[in-house]
């Protein structure tokens, strides 16, 4: 149970966000999960604690692809807690080809990208997630009456992921690196092309255009994540937002909130209160 989140409402807490971990903790009042699970257990278990949540409270973990920073807890994590694990098929056989020790096979659901499945209070959209590894996805969270999404690791912004998260209530955005800063800095080559390619992360500028459109289109919260410590700046990727969404008219904090998930510490948790004017299960029901 958390406290403080109306019913149906939707609070998401970055744990840790960047290319040295990530987890994001999703809630309603009465359904917990974790987005990825990166870094190791004894950090994962640190932050939730901050967050006033104990591991064994959580529902589920959603892993989005094999990446290191976003599995790297789980193994120990998953032996120690025993918590059900959702994850794509290729992103199964990457979990199973790094644990040291298998865990329950019980805790294993494997999901399909497209198709909505439910966990407690959650009904969840996965989508696939164009990167340089198989089965990579976000997901999107829906309750009666708000929704949030999470889409990071993307080479780029696809119509596909663009129609997945439109309309959400809050998103957690991609806003890997600064092109010049990337460019110009100290990596090889042949890294530069791999993060700047079709299949690696999403630079402010095309964040930037993102969150201006999605902000069009009635999302009003947004958090930048993943950031790269090398080549990228929280203010360098806030300032490339802010400038796109100024372009189009948009006022901060009167027709959106941005704010910059934290690299290596919780963040402050973001409440997107549900609204009746939104019906998103019965859409589906329907
Ligand atoms: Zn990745
Ligand atoms: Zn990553």
Redesign the pocket.
């Given at each position: 149970m958390r406290e403080g989140i109306r019913p149906h409402s939707i609070e998401i807490m970055p744990l840790f966000s960047g290319s040295s971990g990530n987890s994001i903790l999703v809630s309603t009042s009465d359904t917990m999960v974790l987005v990825d699970a990166g870094m190791n257990c004894k950090k994962v278990v640190e932050a939730l604690s901050i967050a006033g949540v104990e591991p064994t409270e959580l529902s589920a973990i959603l892993i989005?692809?094999d990446?290191t920073?976003?599995i790297g807890a789980l193994d120990v994590f998953t032996r120690k807690f025993g918590i059900p694990i959702f994850a794509t098929s290729h992103t199964w056989e990457g979990i199973h080809s790094v644990e040291k020790k298998p865990h329950d096979a019980q805790l294993d659901h494997e999901i399909m990208t497209g198709t909505r499945f439910a966990i407690g209070q959650f009904e969840v959209l996965a989508f696939d997630t164009p990167?340089?590894?198989s089965g990579?996805c976000g997901y999107r969270f829906f309750t009666e009456s708000c929704s949030a999404a999470i889409a990071?690791?993307m080479g780029t912004m696809t119509p596909e992921i663009f129609d997945s998260i439109k309309g959400s209530d809050g998103i957690l955005l991609e806003a890997n690196y600064d092109r010049d800063m990337l460019w110009n800095g100290e990596y090889p080559y042949i890294l530069k092309r791999r993060i700047d390619g079709q299949y690696g992360?999403l630079c402010n500028d095309d964040c930037a255009h993102a969150v201006a459109q999605l902000c069009k289109t009635g999302t009003r919260h947004f958090i930048l994540g993943h950031l790269s410590k090398e080549n990228n700046l929280p203010q360098v990727a806030e300032r490339t937002v802010l400038r796109a969404l100024l372009e189009e008219d948009l006022v901060r904090d009167k027709d959106f909130t941005l704010r910059i998930a934290n690299r290596y510490t919780p963040t402050a948790p973001l409440l997107l209160e549900a609204s009746d004017e939104k019906i998103y299960l019965q859409e589906v029901v329907g």
């Open positions: 989005t692809h990446h920073d976003h990167h340089d590894t990579s990071t690791d992360h």
